[in-house]
Structures are given as C-alpha cells and as structure tokens.
C-alpha cells in the first residue's frame, strides 16, 4: 500500500515496537472493516498519525473509519473519553482491532475559514466548554506532567540551547512548567489538540470536534493551541490577547495561569519544529515574547517572579 512517507514516519516516531508492523497490516484493517460493517471504504484524509478515511455504506450513508495507533492501546483512545456533547458521534468501535466507526460531520468546514476572528473563538470557548470531561480515577490518559518532562529532556540535551531558543528560555520554561503542575489544582480530560482545524460545521449553526489527541490538566492549557493558530498577517499580540479575553470571561478561567501556560507550551511547541538544518516555525518562536510580553504588561513583573 502506497501511504506518505510523513504519516509513516510519524507512525514510526510514535510506536517504535509495532509501527512498521501495523503499517504493514493496515490493507488487512480496512478489508476487515468493509466486511464487518458492510462498507466501501475510500481514499484516506490527509494522515498525521492515525489512518482516517471516508467510507459508504452498502445503504449509502456517509461514515469514517479511524485505524488507531497500535501502541498507544484503544483505552487510550481520547474520543471516547471526551463528553460526547461536544465531539464526533462513534458509531460503533472494535476494541480488540482498534477501530473506530465515525459519524461523517457534514457540511465539515473547519473554524478556520470563519473570517470573523471574534465569532470563531467565541465559537472555540462554547465547544469547548460542551467537550471537557472530569477524568476517571483509572484514566490511561498522558497528562501535562508528560509535557513538562518532555521539555526536561530537550533541556538536558540541548544545554547550549536548541536552535533560536536560549538556554536561559528553555530553564526558565521548564521551572515554570514544574511550578505549575505542583500548584495545579481541577484537572479535566482535554481535547489536548484543540485548534480551528479540529472544529468542524455540523448541520446548520453546530460545531463539533474531532481528532483529540487526549490529555489530562488544567482547562487553560487546552486553549493555547487555539491561541497559536489562525493568525492575521499583522498585530499578532492583539489576536493573542483579543483571544484570551473571551476566552478567559466565557469558561471562567484563572488568567495568568493561561498566560504562563502559553509561555510554557509555546517553548516546548517551538522546540519541536526546530530540525537539524536549524530551520524552525518562526510564528512559534515569536510567540514565546508575545506570552512573556503579555504576562509581564498584565502583572507589572517579569515571569521569572511568577514562581516568588
């Protein structure tokens, strides 16, 4: 089977015991879902991670299907752990195989084509505030604390820094990261790759989200991927911070927590596109100053005093 060559590195990135081999088998799944479900399946959306198509079925109605990691284990599956008011309807799953049977959202234009920036993040807190969930006791799920380790990690093995990003920003990151997740105090199951792309049109004037990744923490952190997307060609820090506040006002959240997660979040997320050429995503990057700027202006105090 002809797959990108991103998706299957992605995979194998991922799941480095079983990807080679569940990449293999994914012919196999597809042909095993078309029988159990009685379905045509088509060629796949763009791939990131998991395998996700568009199918019909012999009656003719609309679904997809999603393949789900091999590693990753089905339990961890985050749609099912997601308040189903606010996400795409399973239709039905096979947890052995790791399968999901996915309502089709239709019309499924993304929040990204709303030009009005203000609706569409009004759009964003009302979803979201349907989506969250409280975590079970037994939840499988990875949890920010996973995020603050992993920016340890490129910290310890970058000690000169990595790319455009100082040794000083990456420590001063990582202490608040670790100071934030010690004083964290409501913790949800979240989106944990909630964005205008992952939010689509269903019907007339309803939204709903797909393609959680799954994470455990403080709702304010969910939001910053949000925040980082979508922006306008100029006066990025007034988005950002046009953003925040209607954020902040409707789902009641603790400001400054959402500011210094932005500063934390976007550093690890700046670092991740850095690549061995030194090429990096430049929005990224600039964003780290707009959360410092933005924190620093709000609480008359540098960042570094959020933790004293």
């Given at each position: 089977m002809?797959?990108p060559?991103?998706?299957?590195?992605?995979?194998?990135?991922?799941?480095?015991?079983?990807?080679?081999?569940?990449l293999?088998?994914?012919?196999?799944?597809?042909r095993?879902?078309?029988?159990?479900?009685?379905?045509?399946?088509?060629d796949?959306f763009p791939?990131?991670?998991?395998?996700?198509?568009?199918?019909?079925s012999?009656?003719?109605?609309?679904?997809?299907?999603?393949l789900?990691?091999?590693?990753?284990?089905?339990e961890?599956?985050?749609?099912?752990?997601?308040?189903?008011?606010?996400?795409?309807?399973?239709?039905?799953?096979?947890?052995?195989?790791?399968?999901?049977?996915?309502?089709?959202?239709?019309p499924?234009?993304?929040?990204?084509?709303?030009?009005?920036?203000?609706?569409?993040?009004?759009t964003?807190?009302?979803?979201?505030?349907?989506?969250?969930?409280?975590?079970?006791?037994?939840?499988?799920l990875?949890?920010?604390?996973?995020?603050e380790?992993?920016?340890?990690d490129?910290?310890?093995?970058?000690?000169?820094?990595?790319?455009?990003?100082s040794?000083?920003?990456?420590?001063?990151?990582?202490?608040?990261?670790?100071?934030?997740?010690?004083?964290?105090?409501?913790?949800?199951?979240?989106?944990?790759?909630?964005?205008?792309?992952?939010?689509?049109?269903?019907?007339?004037n309803?939204?709903?989200?797909?393609?959680p990744?799954?994470?455990?923490?403080?709702?304010?952190?969910?939001?910053?991927?949000?925040?980082?997307?979508?922006?306008?060609a100029?006066?990025?820090?007034?988005?950002?911070?046009?953003?925040?506040?209607?954020?902040?006002?409707?789902?009641n959240?603790?400001?400054?927590?959402?500011?210094?997660?932005?500063?934390c979040?976007?550093v690890?997320?700046?670092?991740?596109?850095?690549?061995?050429?030194?090429?990096?995503?430049?929005?990224?990057?600039?964003a780290?100053?707009?959360?410092?700027?933005?924190?620093?202006?709000?609480?008359?105090?540098?960042?570094?005093?959020?933790?004293?």
């Amino acid at each position: 089977m002809d797959l990108p060559q991103p998706f299957a590195d992605n995979v194998l990135t991922a799941c480095p015991t079983e990807g080679e081999a569940w990449l293999k088998k994914i012919p196999e799944l597809l042909r095993y879902s078309e029988q159990r479900w009685a379905l045509t399946v088509h060629d796949p959306f763009p791939l990131s991670y998991n395998y996700v198509a568009p199918a019909t079925s012999k009656k003719g109605a609309k679904v997809v299907l999603k393949l789900s990691l091999p590693e990753e284990g089905f339990e961890r599956e985050a749609l099912l752990a997601l308040n189903p008011a606010g996400r795409v309807k399973v239709i039905d799953e096979d947890k052995e195989k790791g399968i999901l049977l996915l309502e089709k959202v239709e019309p499924g234009m993304p929040l990204s084509e709303l030009k009005d920036d203000e609706a569409a993040t009004l759009t964003a807190a009302r979803l979201h505030k349907q989506l969250v969930t409280a975590v079970r006791p037994d939840s499988p799920l990875p949890t920010i604390k996973g995020r603050e380790n992993q920016l340890r990690d490129i910290l310890m093995n970058n000690s000169a820094g990595l790319g455009p990003i100082s040794n000083q920003t990456l420590s001063r990151a990582l202490a608040l990261f670790t100071y934030l997740n010690q004083t964290s105090k409501t913790q949800a199951v979240l989106h944990g790759d909630f964005h205008h792309y992952n939010i689509l049109k269903q019907g007339e004037n309803e939204w709903t989200a797909i393609d959680p990744k799954g994470l455990i923490g403080e709702i304010e952190y969910d939001l910053i991927q949000f925040l980082l997307n979508r922006w306008p060609a100029e006066r990025q820090r007034d988005c950002i911070n046009e953003r925040i506040k209607i954020f902040v006002q409707e789902l009641n959240l603790n400001k400054e927590r959402l500011l210094l997660w932005g500063y934390c979040h976007t550093v690890l997320a700046a670092s991740w596109t850095v690549n061995q050429h030194g090429g990096y995503d430049e929005d990224f990057y600039s964003a780290i100053e707009i959360f410092r700027s933005l924190y620093e202006c709000t609480y008359q105090r540098t960042i570094e005093g959020a933790i004293d």
